[in-house]
């Protein structure tokens, strides 16, 4: 015969069951508009059965239900997928805000416009062909002229500060990712030390992801998930993060660059040695590449100017 505190047990563990599931609900509710929080969910499974003896033969009697795990509602291969994707869409995001402050130097719709002043001077070239005894279309000419070389000096000091302006701003996200790649390695350690017990610290999972998702603003990565529940950060060949310890991204003295009159500075592993870390996607390459369009757009300004002094002196 069974024994009545065997069914106290059962009910007991159902108790506990439904208490655990509870907690978790309020806890789910109340960080709703919390960012980086992922739904947890209670895992419960029935427990091993218990043999009895009876006269038609032994029977199989349940002991009720326990709770396997608290898990996160939460995939590892979507959050790969995301992290990935959030680091082309910031990528894009960058050049389009470079794109558009570039336009703003040739845009012809201002008058401010580099492109409305070589309107403005081929059409006083016109005039000029029209009326060439007059001195007022040479003296427009002249002016025109004048005007062109004024915004074409003022479009490449533009470029020239939007490049600084976008080494300044490289700086900025540098010092961002170390802090982050700073912080992931001490939470892998405080994982590891929280599941050694058995568990999962699903909140301070949550704080590393979230920091993974900022990061993969910054730049490309790669994360590998160890046994022991520690991330591995790896960005363009670099561990960035691995278990405790973390490596340190850093720009390169300046550099003098006369030809645009600017200083230029490069990406670097300070405890590589000085190696180069070149980012493959993220804000950090978005920057390297829009600083490269600027030169260019530099240079076709100049080639402007070449053509001007070629054509008309």
Request: hydrophobic letters at 35%; proline letters at 1%; aromatic letters at 8%.
């Amino acid at each position: 015969m069974r024994s009545t505190f065997a069914g106290l047990n059962t009910m007991v563990r159902g108790i506990q069951n439904n208490q655990l599931s509870l907690d978790t609900t309020g806890h789910n509710i109340t960080n709703a508009s919390t960012e980086g929080y992922s739904r947890q969910r209670v895992d419960s499974a029935a427990t091993n059965y218990q043999e009895r003896p009876s006269l038609y033969g032994s029977v199989y009697v349940g002991g009720g239900v326990d709770v396997i795990a608290l898990n996160r509602a939460r995939n590892i291969y979507a959050d790969k997928q995301f992290w990935s994707e959030t680091s082309t869409q910031n990528l894009y995001k960058t050049y389009k805000t470079n794109y558009d402050k570039a336009e703003a130097v040739f845009n012809d719709a201002k008058e401010t416009g580099v492109l409305n002043a070589m309107q403005q001077f081929y059409s006083a070239w016109v005039n000029l062909s029209d009326y060439a005894s007059d001195a007022a279309s040479r003296t427009a000419v002249i002016t025109k002229g004048n005007n062109l070389v004024d915004r074409i000096k003022t479009g490449a000091r533009q470029l020239q500060d939007q490049i600084n302006a976008q080494y300044d701003e490289m700086r900025i996200q540098v010092g961002k990712a170390n802090n982050i790649t700073e912080k992931i390695a001490v939470l892998n350690q405080n994982i590891m030390l929280a599941e050694n017990h058995g568990g999962k610290a699903n909140d301070l999972r949550d704080q590393r992801d979230l920091l993974v998702d900022k990061l993969s603003e910054i730049t490309n990565v790669n994360v590998y998930e160890e046994a022991n529940g520690q991330y591995t950060v790896v960005s363009n060949g670099m561990t960035l993060v691995q278990r405790d310890s973390h490596l340190t991204i850093e720009m390169s003295p300046p550099i003098d660059n006369e030809r645009y009159g600017i200083n230029d500075y490069t990406l670097r592993i300070k405890e590589a040695g000085g190696i180069g870390y070149v980012p493959q996607g993220g804000i950090l390459k978005a920057l390297q590449d829009t600083i490269v369009q600027d030169k260019g757009y530099i240079d076709n300004l100049a080639d402007i100017s070449a053509t001007l002094m070629t054509t008309f002196n």
